[in-house]
């Protein structure tokens, strides 16, 4: 069964670093999601491609994170300067179409972040 | 704005007992509603989904859910539940293309 990667799993970083995690949906979805899990709490998004396009990024803090999917296929999620609350564990998700509230989206395994 | 509340942050059951997570939503339209569990270190798995019709969903693993829209409830159960369940379960609402997931609740079994 395919399913969505990401990569690394698991960084640790001081903060002001940079930091990039990677993420490869499943083969032939078109919408892409990256959104962030604080411990104990549900997942937050904070952005949405269509393709290689943005759709939704207003919750994306913008003045540190940054997001791309060139090729309307893999994409990656930057943060840079890190800082202490960025400390999370950072997921991606895919859904086959747009436009379908009900699509399902498939998670991939994370990356968890921390920031010393 | 949409939110969703799952009232219970642990809930602790003897495997073999049934099992009831709580859901509650808010939303003006008519919602389409997610359960998702998530194993320690792992991405998020659909259990079920609801978006209209029957309101009692199966799903996997022996797992169902019942919408009910006077009460803004979508909980989840089982009526046997095994050592593997063990994880955070989470209800999910979909916001337009996205979904808005609540705080989680944890499920401990004890043998």
């Known amino acids: 069964e395919a399913e969505v990667a990401q990569s690394p799993r698991y960084k640790i970083t001081e903060k002001s670093q940079a930091v990039a995690f990677w993420c490869d949906p499943i083969s032939g979805h078109a919408t892409l999601y990256w959104y962030r899990q604080i411990l104990g709490q549900g997942p937050e998004l904070l952005v949405q491609f269509q393709d290689e396009s943005v759709v939704d990024d207003s919750q994306l803090p913008k003045d540190r994170f940054s997001a791309e999917r060139l090729k309307g296929v893999d994409s990656t999620l930057k943060i840079q300067p890190a800082e202490l609350g960025d400390s999370a564990m950072y997921l991606c998700?895919?859904?086959?179409?747009?436009?379908?509230?009900?699509?399902?989206?498939?998670f991939g395994p994370g990356t968890r972040l921390l920031v010393l | 704005a949409q939110s969703v509340t799952q009232p219970d942050i642990h809930i602790t059951v003897s495997e073999g007992a049934s099992l009831e997570l709580r859901c509650n939503y808010s939303y003006g339209a008519t919602p389409y509603l997610f359960w998702y569990v998530q194993s320690p270190g792992q991405g998020l798995q659909l259990l079920l989904k609801?978006?209209?019709?029957?309101?009692l969903v199966q799903g996997i693993k022996g797992f169902e859910a019942e919408f009910k829209r006077s009460q803004s409830s979508f909980n989840l159960r089982k009526p046997s539940v095994h050592w593997s369940d063990a994880a955070e379960y989470f209800c999910a609402v979909g916001s337009g293309e996205k979904l808005v997931f609540g705080a989680g609740t944890i499920l401990r079994v004890k043998s």
């Open positions: 998700a895919s859904s086959r179409l747009r436009g379908r509230p009900q699509e399902t989206q498939y």
């Open positions: 609801y978006f209209s019709g029957d309101t």
